[in-house]
């Protein structure tokens, strides 16, 4: 290859890496991932965490058709009219004396089984709710991981084209000290920055192995299970989708955590009513027949109450019960504080990072490309030295791998987004 031909290469290098990459694609049997939607549909059923918290929800819902049911009725037997002169301890039959069978069944005051069942179901919410947070939690670090593992593997071509283009540039420089026009040490700084690149290359493969490896553990997976090696990035939302005050409303009322709050506050209330009905008096009723030695001579009834004497227990418990509810309503505020806080600061640093990728991609990576192609051509003509080479191809690179990590931070700021209003956008 003459000295010609190389700067018309290293810039073909330069602007041709994504359709390399449409070329050489690789065979991805048996390995999954190529979007991020089907590994967030397989960790919503796979996931540990997401599976306990499902169970616990299903736990929490059994409940409460039981919190409203009547308990278990009582049979009663009683003997009367016991005669003195048996010498046992208990009568020689069970015929002597006057025998009274009954069933016996208590019943709460009226509204109590209604309250305790509302109580079930407030927490049968809370728990349903608590489990898509867990979801929402596994779904925006699955977001995360893959963004972790796309810029990982977008990192990993770019050093791998810099230490292709570094190859070009070494024996340019060895050709050039050859014929006496160079000098030895530009071949050597193009050694030791290839060296440099490898050892970029391989942190990169370890970053983009503990993603992967983060990714299948999210989807409880076996760690070292293939994924797809090239992922698509989720599109960014257009800016109109994502005004801040439209964010904040639907993060007020579509945010697990703030609404599993409100099933709290719900619960804490009708604990309070039921902690006031507790005044009132249960009842027991009964029935039965009434039998004297072997003849039945009748029936019998019964009721019973109880009488709330103990007024420092029943107002001790009212109390308890609406300091809970003012409890639960104050923390509430404080998570629909947080969460308002938390999304207003994902939403300016993902205005911020698009802000950013718009003039790394229009204004700086143009002018650095333009910048290595002029002085690679130079270098050539043997009008620029090899230093200037170095510095523009460092420049190069140094902006794609800034327009990489802005729109991984992008990624991120997205998934905290989505998570913080209870969904995708």
Do not use: C
Request: no cysteine; net charge negative.
């Amino acid at each position: 290859m003459n000295e010609r031909i190389l700067p018309m290469a290293l810039a073909i290098m330069t602007l041709s890496v994504p359709l390399a990459w449409a070329e050489d694609m690789p065979d991805h049997t048996g390995a999954i991932g190529a979007t991020v939607d089907e590994l967030v549909a397989m960790a919503r059923g796979m996931n540990p965490d997401v599976q306990v918290a499902v169970l616990e929800a299903d736990a929490a819902a059994a409940k409460v058709e039981a919190a409203g049911s009547l308990p278990d009725p009582k049979i009663q037997w009683q003997v009367q009219q016991w005669p003195r002169d048996n010498p046992g301890l208990l009568p020689r039959s069970p015929l002597l004396g006057d025998n009274m069978f009954s069933v016996v069944q208590m019943f709460p005051f009226w509204g109590k089984r209604d309250l305790r069942r509302d109580i079930a179901a407030a927490d049968a919410r809370q728990a349903s709710l608590m489990r898509h947070e867990v979801e929402n939690e596994v779904v925006a670090r699955v977001k995360i991981a893959y963004a972790q593992y796309h810029s990982a593997h977008l990192v990993g071509d770019l050093d791998r084209d810099l230490r292709d283009r570094m190859d070009i540039l070494a024996k340019q420089a060895i050709a050039r000290y050859a014929r006496g026009q160079g000098r030895q040490e530009d071949a050597t700084r193009a050694q030791v920055e290839k060296a440099r690149l490898d050892t970029d290359i391989a942190r990169t493969e370890a970053e983009r192995a503990q993603a992967r490896v983060a990714i299948n553990r999210l989807l409880n997976r076996d760690l070292n299970a293939p994924l797809v090696e090239m992922p698509a990035p989720r599109p960014i939302p257009a800016a109109d989708k994502l005004d801040i005050t439209d964010l904040i409303v639907r993060s007020q009322s579509s945010n697990p955590q703030v609404q599993a709050q409100q099933a709290a506050i719900d619960g804490a209330q009708k604990s309070a009513d039921l902690a006031e009905r507790d005044w009132y008096p249960d009842f027991e009723v009964g029935f039965g027949p009434e039998q004297m030695g072997d003849r039945l001579v009748g029936y019998n009834a019964m009721i019973s109450a109880t009488i709330p004497l103990q007024w420092g227990l029943h107002d001790s418990q009212i109390s308890e019960a609406k300091a809970r509810a003012s409890a639960s309503r104050t923390k509430r505020e404080a998570i629909a504080r947080d969460v308002e806080e938390s999304l207003t600061n994902s939403w300016i640093s993902l205005k911020s990072s698009r802000q950013v990728e718009t003039l790394l991609r229009d204004n700086q990576l143009p002018q650095a490309k333009i910048g290595f192609e002029s002085v690679a051509n130079a270098y050539a003509l043997g009008q620029s030295n090899f230093v200037d080479v170095l510095t523009a191809e460092q420049q190069l690179w140094t902006t794609d791998i800034d327009l990489i990590k802005v729109r991984f931070d992008q990624q991120m700021r997205l998934a905290e987004i989505e998570r913080l209003i209870g969904g995708d956008l």
